[in-house]
């Protein structure tokens, strides 16, 4: 049932250099969670600014970051396609990538939130077109999912970026701009998918067979939900703690524990890019909860916030060490076609 992501690499380098140049590096949708985990820090040091009177430029430089990773990885991979379409159609429909192609308009989507006061008119138009994109995927992919393309065993926790964080995000974004119905609606779309396509991924989790060593990293897209939507509730709500911000809290720091006791399987995997992952739901998690404590101050909040903080930059920091130091050694894995 599976393929080896080191087959699918070796595969990928066969090909001779070409006028004595080495080749592009292959870029596939899940290369996008880097774009992806650099806005998660990115909107946590800028929800930080409001919670913790941190200096903007941190955010300003990572902001920029994520933007500029973005746009190369899409020129990266048109690139490496040299523009044709065949086989993009396979790798929507496949298990692995079709999910991560959310990644592009997730962060797209990010961009136009944190751009909606200096760029309102530019964020508007962005906030609608990305949110039309994600919708289109999701409504694409569980069209394919509700027929049984795709059996039991290839479920895994990133069913849940382009069916639920998508909406969550793309809801914010279109928060940001002034569109508050469409973002109240994308909201409870957003909720609903969370429970449907939640109870699935749990259950394989519970009843199925051990995730493909390059997905193992994928439970921890788990705590993005509550995170993600309870940042999005109190930009509708303009930042009450209110009963459901306070439900959506404690879901996040239940789910952060859970992660907490998966850290000896995270430490036993091989070094791939799919360790991006752990990035954006962890950098979610931290924004939302200094956020509500900004909102519902507790004794002893600057110091945990702090710690936070820097707690998820030295994340950030050593997965992108790690991944880049195996890149130049050659023995970076990429998940790909392991379902």
């Known amino acids: 049932m599976t393929t080896s992501t080191e087959s699918a690499v070796a595969a990928e380098n066969t090909g001779r250099?070409?006028?004595?140049?080495?080749?592009?590096?292959?870029?596939?949708?899940?290369?996008?969670?880097?774009?992806?985990?650099?806005?998660?820090?990115?909107?946590?040091?800028?929800v930080a600014r409001t919670a913790l009177g941190t200096s903007p430029w941190v955010a300003n430089v990572l902001w920029s970051s994520a933007a500029g990773t973005w746009l190369v990885l899409i020129a990266l991979y048109g690139i490496?396609?040299?523009?044709r379409l065949s086989g993009l159609a396979s790798e929507l429909r496949h298990p692995v990538s079709g999910t991560s192609a959310a990644l592009i308009p997730l962060v797209g989507s990010l961009l136009a939130t944190h751009h909606a006061l200096d760029m309102p008119a530019v964020a508007r138009c962005a906030a609608g077109v990305f949110a039309g994109i994600s919708l289109v995927m999701a409504v694409y992919l569980l069209s394919r999912w509700f027929t049984g393309e795709a059996g039991i065993a290839a479920v895994h926790p990133g069913y849940m970026v382009p069916t639920v964080a998508a909406p969550f995000v793309s809801s914010s974004a279109l928060g940001s701009v002034g569109e508050h119905?469409?973002?109240?609606?994308?909201?409870?779309?957003?909720?609903?998918?969370?429970?449907?396509?939640?109870?699935?991924?749990?259950?394989?989790?519970?009843?199925?067979?051990?995730?493909?060593?390059?997905?193992?990293?994928?439970?921890?897209i788990?705590?993005?939900?509550?995170?993600?939507?309870?940042?999005?509730?109190?930009?509708?709500?303009?930042?009450?703690?209110?009963?459901?911000?306070?439900?959506?809290?404690?879901?996040?720091?239940?789910?952060a524990l859970v992660q907490v006791s998966l850290l000896g399987t995270y430490r036993r995997l091989p070094?791939?890019?799919?360790?991006?992952?752990?990035?954006?739901?962890?950098?979610?998690?931290?924004?939302?909860?200094?956020?509500?404590?900004?909102?519902?101050?507790?004794?002893?909040?600057?110091?945990?916030?702090t710690l936070l903080l820097g707690g998820v930059t030295l994340l950030v920091l050593v997965v992108a060490a790690l991944v880049t130091r195996s890149a130049l050694k050659g023995t970076v894995q990429q998940r790909r076609d392991v379902v």
């Open 17 to 46: 250099h070409r006028g004595g140049l080495p080749p592009l590096p292959a870029v596939g949708f899940g290369h996008f969670g880097i774009s992806l985990g650099l806005c998660g820090l990115a909107g946590t040091w800028s």
């Open 80 to 83: 490496g396609r040299r523009g």
């Open 181 to 220: 119905f469409a973002a109240e609606i994308l909201f409870g779309v957003a909720l609903v998918a969370w429970g449907f396509i939640g109870a699935v991924v749990v259950c394989r989790l519970l009843l199925g067979d051990r995730l493909p060593t390059p997905l193992v990293p994928t439970p921890a």
């Open 222 to 255: 788990l705590l993005a939900p509550p995170a993600v939507g309870g940042i999005c509730w109190m930009n509708l709500n303009g930042d009450e703690p209110d009963p459901l911000a306070r439900t959506l809290v404690g879901v996040t720091i239940a789910m």
């Open 271 to 305: 070094v791939s890019v799919a360790f991006w992952t752990f990035t954006f739901p962890v950098c979610s998690a931290v924004a939302f909860l200094l956020r509500w404590g900004a909102a519902e101050p507790f004794n002893g909040f600057r110091a945990v916030g």
